[in-house]
């Protein structure tokens, strides 16, 4: 037996399927606490082996957390996407949450590789938090320097020549020294822009200064990486939260969005551009490659051979950030075997490559390559090292 999931701010549409797809329990339950106490109990009775949930990071979190902790049960996540083209399959049935949930199941039913739910507690839940309120922080902090810049352009015409951005002490102190004496309404209201932007630079710093402490209790090398700092390995580590949760390398690039889509037609054999996968992880991807680009790396190497092959800029900067990808999965492969993970010999090496076991077992990948100059422009963990960039054509 196998169940859906449709879930809600207040209640919990649940089916409950056999093997051949039939409805066998078609009920909601309140998205409560004595509601997940019911939803247990309900498929227990009726021996639900595994259970797909929509919006498991959302308003499923409880229940999600709830049927994880049971230990005998399989929850997985099931994209809305998913959800939607079920329901499209089957017309006259219309929209409800009952039939919402009788879709998921069968999903949950017909695609094996659905990913496990990410717990929304531990070590990568609490990263994840984190890199989302400074990313809260920094959207506000933005609109409130767009908006600062808009008023100052009116009370200080030519001012930009010499505070340039809003987004540090220096210049944000400086703005308010040449707001000195003016007691115009606008320029008050300036002033308190000014205000919130100190405030909200200060709190940015201390976030910050939090994900610093806990990628470094977090016991990962992908901050070796060229280009992934502190902030962007916090992200990382958020985001996938257990590597195993993907199969092979491909099936990562494929959820991060870096692996192109077969869109060929009969004798037309052609990809695309992958919109979809985890944006989040693939803004990371796309940061590490341009940094990478602009340094003396392995990855400005590999993408001057593909421009070499004729590949517009584009089309060099997906080659980069797919090999990136695949150089993220195996670090955190060979993280997870220091940690006495499932795959690997375990012992850490300061190059981050895999010793002959951990390679074999883990990734077909070959040896990373090392040898790499000292970037002029490198910061304190920026220095190019072994693993920046495995040498190998895709």
Do not use: W
């Not at 659905?114 to 984190?130: E, I, K, S």
């Amino acid at each position: 037996m196998l169940a859906g999931i449709d879930t809600h701010k207040d209640t919990l549409a649940v089916a409950v399927i056999d093997d051949t797809g039939r409805p066998a329990v078609v009920t909601e339950l309140p998205n409560t606490e004595a509601g997940f106490d019911t939803l247990e109990k309900l498929l227990l009775e009726q021996g639900v082996t595994r259970a797909g949930i929509e919006g498991s990071g959302n308003y499923g979190r409880g229940a999600a957390l709830r049927l994880v902790l049971t230990g005998d049960l399989q929850v997985v996540e099931v994209p809305p996407s998913l959800t939607s083209r079920e329901r499209s399959a089957r017309p006259g049935q219309g929209k409800t949450d009952p039939v919402d949930a009788v879709a998921i199941a069968r999903i949950t039913a017909r695609e094996p590789g659905l990913p496990p739910v990410r717990l929304p507690v531990g070590q990568a839940a609490d990263l994840r938090a984190l890199c989302d309120y400074r990313a809260q922080l920094i959207f506000e902090r933005t609109a409130q320097a767009n908006r600062t810049h808009a008023e100052l352009h009116g009370l200080l015409p030519g001012y930009h020549a010499q505070i340039p951005r809003l987004t540090a002490p220096t210049f944000i102190a400086a703005a308010a020294q040449l707001l000195a004496g003016q007691d115009s309404v606008r320029a008050q209201l300036t002033r308190r822009r000014l205000n919130r932007l100190a405030e909200l630079t200060a709190e940015i710093k201390e976030v910050t200064g939090l994900i610093t402490t806990a990628v470094e209790q977090a016991d990962t090398t992908l901050t070796g990486l060229y280009g992934v700092g502190p902030v962007n390995a916090a992200t990382i580590l958020g985001e996938v939260v257990d590597i195993r949760r993907y199969r092979s390398r491909h099936a990562f690039a494929a959820a991060n969005g870096t692996a192109p889509i077969p869109a060929s037609s009969g004798r037309t054999s052609r990809h695309r551009l992958n919109r979809s996968g985890n944006r989040t992880l693939n803004r990371v991807l796309y940061t590490m490659a341009i940094t990478q680009i602009r340094a003396d790396t392995e990855g400005r190497a590999y993408y001057q051979r593909k421009r070499a092959e004729g590949k517009s800029n584009r089309e060099a900067l997906r080659c980069l950030k797919r090999r990136l990808s695949d150089l993220v999965y195996k670090t955190m492969q060979h993280d997870l075997a220091g940690q006495g993970g499932e795959c690997g010999s375990g012992k850490r090496d300061t190059s981050l490559r895999p010793q002959p076991a951990a390679r074999q077992a883990c990734s077909p990948e070959p040896a990373l390559r090392s040898g790499q100059s000292t970037a002029p422009t490198a910061s304190r963990n920026a220095t190019p090292r072994a693993a920046a960039l495995a040498r190998v054509d895709t």
